[in-house]
């Protein structure tokens, strides 16, 4: 099968690590030919390095992703970053604005189904006012005053969560040992959550990550989260306390039209999800991107850089969500840097990982340079009206997470070659499945002979 390149040029050589469509879909509106599919971090291949692939055939190739839904995969940054910023011609939407799904003509399966199953009830798939109405209770609750309030709370957290590596073998999975562990006590305390919901929430919520998951799967775990989180809600509506789920409610019922609970519920999904699976793949990739270079580690270390920069150029280099399915065009649309066109009802996914490594905006983009220039330039953290509204407690966390880990195991080392990690296999979540760590057994206190930092 042949692909065309947006120049109107016939490549016959396909990429090895991209698998053509069978059957070949008819040419897009925007003539970039027969789709290929997206699979995402496989074995013995990076979502990054897929996207390197898409590229060659222009800023936005046609792509069918799993379950037979063929989108428009943006890999340039600066036109992802264009598509973010239209929040009038470009909708995440699906009810709205993807023709055939809200009347059941168009059938959607897998991932993409679950991604879009809370259209218009959640702030990250809704458009126009409804999405600003239901924003504003989250951004409401997430202030920075919140974060400045729970920063002492997350310092004991990455403590214990130390400790509990300190006590353990000398070689450790970061991933279920330390990056895991922070993120879900922050939840646990920043919305008030008993511990007893926690664990069946974050069992289901696990099966919407997953890009192999049949249908019924993902039916399942999303019925299981919807349960957890309507518990969740009933339970402070009727004990009101002072945390974000409370602060949610409250906010909620303040405006001039109140979210129902099953909004409520919806809100309080994106919440935890983003709270914590990205926050967990985000500690782990920084770590590692410090742990296999020395270099730029000891920069950090001796102060030369600040962490937060080294944070930056990671969440560039390997964003902890790779994309967000799915965007949809409201009307015909051209850029005219590109010339890529998108028609009406089209789908669209920005594939954050290659926008952070476009050779456009950044020199060398796959090497990690904690003093990089333009390291601040990418879309970790979404742009526009759908910015992440928990960005400032998600950079917090990861910065606090990393620098305490540095300063009490200064001699930690990958217990394995970096090749021999292994990424989640999925176009959305993109970490590692383990991190394993020789530490050395000891903290820098007991080196040092010096009690605390």
Request: glycine share 8%; with cysteine; hydrophobic share 45%.
């Amino acid at each position: 099968m042949s692909v065309i390149h947006p120049s109107g040029a016939a490549i016959t050589a396909e990429p090895t690590d991209l698998v053509p469509a069978e059957p070949a879909a008819p040419p897009s509106p925007a003539g970039s030919g027969c789709p290929l599919r997206l699979h995402g971090s496989t074995p013995g291949r990076s979502i990054t390095a897929e996207g390197h692939l898409l590229r060659q055939y222009g800023d936005a190739p046609a792509v069918e992703l799993p379950g037979g839904v063929r989108a428009r995969v943006v890999v340039s940054h600066r036109l992802a970053q264009s598509l973010s910023a239209d929040s009038e011609g470009v909708s995440r939407d699906a009810n709205l604005h993807w023709p055939g799904f809200a009347d059941g003509t168009r059938q959607v399966e897998g991932v993409i189904a679950a991604w879009t199953a809370t259209a218009s009830r959640n702030a990250l798939n809704s458009y126009g006012e409804n999405h600003r109405r239901l924003r504003a209770p989250i951004a409401a609750a997430l202030t920075k005053r919140r974060v400045e309030a729970m920063t002492p709370d997350i310092e004991a957290i990455v403590e214990e969560a130390l400790d509990h590596l300190a006590g353990g073998p000398d070689v450790a999975d970061l991933v279920p040992g330390f990056a895991l562990r922070i993120p879900h006590q922050v939840i646990v305390r920043l919305l008030g959550m008993p511990a007893d919901l926690m664990a069946p929430f974050y069992a289901a919520a696990a099966g919407l990550f997953d890009t192999s998951a049949t249908a019924e799967e993902m039916a399942a775990s999303m019925e299981r989260v919807a349960l957890v989180l309507e518990q969740l809600v009933a339970l402070r509506r009727a004990s009101p306390a002072d945390d974000l789920v409370s602060d949610l409610i409250r906010a909620a019922d303040e405006a001039d039209d109140p979210l129902t609970d099953a909004e409520l519920r919806d809100q309080l999904m994106l919440v935890i999800i983003a709270g914590t699976e990205t926050t967990v793949h985000a500690i782990g990739n920084l770590l590692v991107h410090l742990l296999t270079h020395p270099a730029q580690r000891d920069l950090v270390v001796r102060g030369e850089v600040p962490l937060e920069d080294a944070l930056e150029e990671s969440l560039r280099l390997q964003p902890p969500a790779a994309s967000v399915p799915l965007r949809f065009a409201v009307r015909d649309l051209t850029d005219a840097e590109s010339g890529e066109s998108f028609h009406q009802g089209e789908e669209i996914l920005i594939l954050l990982s290659a926008a952070g490594t476009d050779p456009a905006v950044h020199d060398q983009p796959d090497v990690f340079d904690v003093r990089r220039p333009t390291a601040r330039r990418h879309l970790a953290f979404g742009h526009g009206e759908h910015f992440c509204p928990g960005a400032v407690l998600a950079r917090r966390e990861i910065a606090i997470a990393a620098a305490r880990f540095l300063n009490h195991f200064p001699s930690a080392r990958l217990a394995t070659a970096p090749e021999e990690l292994t990424l989640t296999e999925s176009f959305i979540s993109n970490g590692h499945q383990a991190i394993p760590v020789q530490l050395r057994g000891r903290r820098r206190d007991e080196v040092s002979g010096r009690g605390g930092e």
